[in-house]
């Protein structure tokens, strides 16, 4: 199974950006699709965003304010979050599948550690 790393999460105060970082590992990252995910303190988890192979991606929810990118040849995608809320607070995950993009986190067989993510004056 593939290893990921996030990183990237910090304390930001409300209108601010940060951009995450996931890096796999594996012969298969290239093909392989990348989802992110975030948990709020009390909350389900919830799919953000998904980036899929060729170039494709999907984001969930109202997250027009989110960009989804990746670089192969680092093995990493990034989530690249602008006017944070506090709303946005909460733990994100990278998750790694190889059957398609979800907001279905049954759909991934890796997951990462996670990130925090604080949004606070």
């Known amino acids: 199974q593939a290893q990921l790393v996030e990183s990237g999460g910090g304390l930001v105060r409300p209108g601010g950006s940060l951009t995450l970082s996931c890096v796999g590992s594996g012969a298969t990252f290239d093909s392989s699709y990348i989802g992110w995910f975030r948990q709020a303190p009390g909350k389900e988890r919830e799919a953000v965003s998904c980036?899929?192979?060729?170039?494709?991606y999907v984001h969930y929810g109202d997250t027009g304010r989110f960009t989804i990118s990746r670089d192969n040849a680092k093995k990493t995608v990034y989530l690249r979050m602008t006017n944070l809320t506090p709303d946005d607070t909460g733990v994100y995950y990278c998750?790694?599948?190889?059957?398609?993009?979800?907001?279905?986190?049954?759909?991934?067989?890796?997951w990462g550690q996670g990130t925090q993510v604080t949004v606070s004056p």
């Open positions: 998750a790694s599948g190889s059957r398609m993009c979800s907001a279905d986190g049954a759909q991934f067989g890796s």
């Open positions: 980036s899929g192979r060729r170039g494709a």
